[in-house]
């Protein structure tokens, strides 16, 4: 019985995690590329430089003498995000949408004294949420106002779009959508809903909510399925060109739609999960052989690349 | 990509099969190591008066052969010194009583190591050397006697000649005259004189033998028995009743040929006694005392050359990377969640001094206490490294206390909580709490039962003894679990876990 669903995996082209590590981490992502992906300063440097946008960075405290800096480096901005530059999983971010006499107002209302904000940051240089646990840097980022196209499937928070490109052609993508659960975060562990997008048409089609299949999200109520998502040619495009802006082979875009800016890129990921197939109902495996069958050519540009993943995820 | 990989593993293993190999058919390794045989001790008690001169005994000693192994060899009572000599089979130990003793207890004890079914089982032809001739005139009698058998094969003849010794005459018979001076011969010179002389004369190899029947028994003096070659194996038989001893039953050789096996010259011998008894020597002082007297290349590079209280570390560590593959196989191709691959092995380790169910405890209490902790921590809103050292002080502390309580209740698995790696456990409540934070109570609760469980599965296995055993005669053997990781370290297929998470995709087709 074993043996017989693990054929019928293998024929449905479902990767598993240990041919992700083996056939395509570890045979396509140089070690050397990986801090590129986990350092969001990083990142923002070099997506800067392929003209990939990203959420506008205000300050980036390195040591505790920096954080008296906050106010001035802030001006009169009413809202950003603190976040570790160096953070996994959303953890240590905080979404501030209110400055008071009292201190900071987050997105979920809690409010921060200067005291307890400057150990948050404090937190994040010793390294508490860095995926190492080595001392890390603290961001000060523009807050992203997302785009009102998934208001209907969100509750609270942003919104992400997950692309997984394989040699520079973006494969698979989902939409990560937040849920009470999830307490507003697009974090597919902690209860948020993952919506595949057909790359060829831009639409979401079924989703996974904890490991099971949904149409509808589970607090609005509204399906999730057939919403166009704006910006899409874009957000391939940007995708795509990941490959050349990393040297990663194989590697996971969020990117999030902000309502006046267009899309931003958020964070990298060299190990991307595999939780994108069951919100797709595709097998990732199958694709990234595709993928390796393709003509030559194609992998001349990244608009080349685009147009083929298109045409052929359909 | 995949191919180096599976050439070194299988390269491993052709290097551990070859040296096993090597070892069991060269070295005379067990194939399996727990089954080595039998250990006797035997113990002689020697009374002998002297006269002024002082005294000298001489006994007849096991000599090693074959299948059997002398493990150990004191004198406990009455004599200083004690020259053992070599006389052809034979170790003759000698030794010398002051004078002018009244019944002094001389006391030697011996322990043998003896390999199954191989006391009895000797097979090396007889040497060609003729025995000296003994009495002309038996001898020619004894040839009369056996003349019509002299064309039966040799087996034939050893049955025929042994059947003598209760009165049968195979056919054809010797004249009934010549049986009744026989008679006579074997009242007059006694009946294993006459058995060996009738085996002489029929050209068959005899030798008298004093020795002892391994059984849990005291004997008052040594058995005796004739080994007659019959052109294949040597035979033992009774003298008294020309009965064969069967070839499952162990006799153990003091003194080959027509000497006794106890002597005493200036003194008189008052009583003998000689106490047979079974030891469970284990087996590990076997083959420690087996490798101890090779000069063979592997066996000097043994572990068992260690001193011994160096071996002890040595049976756990080697089997450690059994547990590391089987943590490798639980993640890799089940997919099962622990925290990290040296926590189970560690706890593992610790559980042999705490034991398995104090340790367990010791493990949740802790765990459950330290999450307690850290979540009050958090509040407090200390920095990453002092809040962990606070974790670790707090380990320790709880160390201390459960030390303290078991010395005064007596509870030596307390005692030992020390021994439990601390700092493995401060990590592990600091990854618990942040497993909670993130993946939920019941994703943290499932990574440490799974630790849990996957420690107690090392455990049983850095524990049983059989493999502990196998890994310290062989430790070649580690070449294969280390080609069983590799193996484990390609494999790209579904893990087990996965084939369940991902169903649905395939199901819904």
Partial sequence: MILALARKLKEAGILGMNRRNASYIMKWNPRSAFSLVDDKVLTREVAEKYGVATPPIFLVIE?????????????????????????????????????????????????????????????????????????????????????????????????????????????????????????????LHRGAIGAGIDISTGKTVTAVHRAEIVSHHPDTGNPVSGIPVPFWDKMLLMAARAMEMTGLGYLGMDLVIDREHGPFLLELNARPGLAIQIANRKGLWRRLEEVERAPREIFSTPESRVEWAVKTFG | MKKPALWLALFLFLFAGALLFYRVLFLGYPLLPTAPGQTWAISIDLYVETGTEGAKVALGLPAEQAGLMVVEEKISAGAQSLDIHLEGPNRIGIWSVPGNREKTLVNFQTAVHVKRGRLGGDTTPPSRIAPPAEGGEEEALAKRLVAGWRNLPPPARLRAVAATASGRWADPPPENQEIRAWSGVREKLGG???????????????????????????VGSPLRWLEVYDGQKWER?????????????????????????????????????YVIRREPLSAWRVYFEQTRRSERFLDRWSLFRLP??????????????????????????????????????????????????????????????????????????????????????????????????????????????????????????????????????????????????????????????????????????????????????????????????????????
């Fill in chain 2, 308 to 509: 011994e209280e160096f071996q002890e570390t040595f049976r756990i560590l080697l089997l450690v990377p059994i547990g590391a593959l089987m943590i490798s196989a639980l993640r890799n191709l089940i997919g099962f969640p622990t925290f990290g691959i040296f926590m189970p092995v560690l706890m593992a380790l610790s559980f042999r001094n705490t034991g398995l169910w104090y340790g367990l405890g010791i493990f949740f209490g802790i765990l459950l206490l330290g999450y307690g902790v850290r979540r009050a921590l958090d509040k407090l809103r200390l920095l990453l490294v002092p809040r962990m050292a606070v974790l670790l002080t707090l380990v320790i502390g709880c160390f201390t206390i459960l030390a303290l309580v078991g010395g005064r209740i007596g509870l030596r698995e307390f005692m030992a909580v020390g021994l439990l790696p601390f700092v493995i456990l401060t990590m592990v409540i600091e990854r618990f709490f942040v497993l909670v934070e993130e993946a939920g109570a019941a994703a943290a609760s499932r990574t440490a039962l799974g630790s849990a469980l996957v420690s107690v599965i090392t455990y049983f296995l850095i524990s049983w003894e059989p493999l502990q055993l196998t890994f310290f005669l062989y430790p070649e053997l580690m070449a294969a679990v280390t080609a069983l990781q590799i193996l484990v370290g390609q494999y790209s297929g579904y893990r087990l876990m996965e084939l369940f998470r991902f169903r649905k995709l395939v199901a819904s087709r």
């Fill in chain 1, 63 to 187: 040591s505790h003498g920096q954080i008296v800096g906050i106010e001035e480096a802030l001006g009169d901005r009413r809202e950003f995000v603190l976040k570790p530059a160096r953070g996994s999983g959303g953890s240590g971010i905080i979404l501030v949408v209110d400055r008071r006499k009292e201190g900071f107002v987050s997105q979920s209302g809690e409010v921060y004294s200067r005291e307890g904000f400057t150990y948050q940051i404090a937190d994040i240089l010793s390294g508490i949420h860095s995926l190492g646990g080595q001392e890390d840097r603290a961001i000060l980022q523009a807050l992203v106002h997302p785009d009102p196209v998934f208001a209907a499937v969100t509750h609270q928070g942003v919104p992400d779009i997950r692309i997984i490109s394989y040699l520079g052609v973006p494969v698979m993508a989902m939409v990560r959508l937040p849920t009470r659960a999830s307490d507003g975060k697009a974090n």
């Fill in chain 2, 237 to 273: 038989i009774r003298p008294d009743t020309g009965e064969f001893w069967d070839r499952r039953v162990a006799l153990l050789p003091l003194m080959h040929g027509e000497r006794e096996a106890i002597r005493v010259v200036g003194g008189e011998l008052r009583e003998v006694r």
């Fill in chain 2, 192 to 218: 294993e004189f006459a058995l060996r002389t009738l085996f002489r004369a029929a050209d068959l190899s005899a030798r008298s033998v004093s020795g002892l029947l391994l059984t849990n028994s005291v």
